[in-house]
């Protein structure tokens, strides 16, 4: 059975940085594509950033030059560092593999 567990959020000012995490739990993480998604209030869930199992990137145009997405195969986390955050970066930050998704964690960016 695969879990994701994400960690990380937090409350932070304008302009700061946090760092998500994402432990994937279950076989085959190496062959998968690994997503965050987040969701604001009263707003759908979008897509953030992906990364492949080659290690390639994608990002939404609203977080490029600000967010990086990374992994570490030994220890099945994916990463996701935010800098420069905005009070429009405030949202629930889901881990997404395939139809698995984990429970969020809730970064607020106060202005």
């Known amino acids: 059975q695969v879990q994701l567990v994400e960690s990380g959020g937090g409350l932070v000012q304008a302009g700061g940085s946090l760092r998500l995490s994402c432990v994937v739990s279950?076989?085959?993480?190496?062959?998968?594509?690994i997503a965050w998604y987040r969701q604001a209030p009263g707003k759908q869930r979008e897509l953030v950033a992906t990364?492949?199992?080659?290690?390639?990137?994608n990002y939404a145009n609203s977080v490029k030059g600000r967010f990086t997405i990374s992994k570490d195969n030994a220890k099945k986390t994916v990463y996701l560092q935010m800098n420069s955050l905005k009070p429009e970066d405030t949202a629930v930050y889901y881990c997404?593999?395939?139809?698995?998704w984990g429970q969020g964690t809730q970064v607020t960016v106060s202005s």
């Open positions: 990364i492949t199992s080659g290690g390639s990137t």
């Open positions: 997404n593999r395939a139809q698995d």
């Open positions: 279950g076989p085959f993480f190496t062959i998968y594509t």
